[in-house]
């Protein structure tokens, strides 16, 4: 077992984490993926707005690090956002260039659109439970090709996505 389980002003790490009890536990993959979120979800906090060639440069940076998979943007938010992840795909990056769509045909065509690897689709699971063309007289979820949600998924599916 460990002794040091800090480097100051570097990292730290809970002794319990090196017991045998809780190794024995540990069920690691074989591979770890980093799926970067930052030039979507960075510019959901409160006065902070990526222009273009912000996003450019630090997925560049992110790339640079050896992040595998970076989420640029929601192409159906703004022409801008379109645009910024059309530029960052022609970069030819070794990291795999996702957007971020809702769960809405004409925002997952647009996501496409701009040549990236992966969509990640906002699904609201509520949608199904309450929307009338999903459920059943019993209250049972149905998945029609032609309405809502249930449509953009068979549509990902179908892609390979």
Not at 9 to 16: A, H, L, R
Not at 39 to 68: S, Y
Not at 117 to 139: D, Q, S, Y
Request: glycine share 10%; charged share 25%; hydrophobic share 40%.
């Amino acid at each position: 077992m460990r002794h040091s389980y800090h480097k100051e002003g570097s990292w730290w790490m809970s002794p319990y984490n090196e017991k045998p009890e809780v190794l024995a536990l540990r069920n690691q993959p074989a591979e770890i993926i980093i799926h970067d979120a930052t030039l979507r979800d960075g510019e959901q906090t409160p006065g902070v707005v990526f222009r273009k060639e912000d996003k450019v440069r630090i997925a560049k940076a992110l790339d640079k690090v050896g992040v595998h998979r970076i989420e640029a943007g929601m192409p159906a938010v703004s022409r801008g956002d379109f645009e910024a992840i059309g530029e960052i795909v022609a970069l030819g990056l070794k990291s795999k260039i996702f957007t971020f769509a809702r769960a809405i045909n004409e925002n997952v065509d647009k996501a496409l659109a701009c040549g990236a690897h992966g969509v990640v689709v906002e699904n609201p699971l509520a949608m199904f439970a309450t929307h009338p063309a999903l459920t059943g007289r019993k209250g049972k979820i149905v998945l029609g090709k032609k309405s809502g949600s249930p449509s953009v998924l068979y549509k990902l599916k179908e892609l390979g996505l």
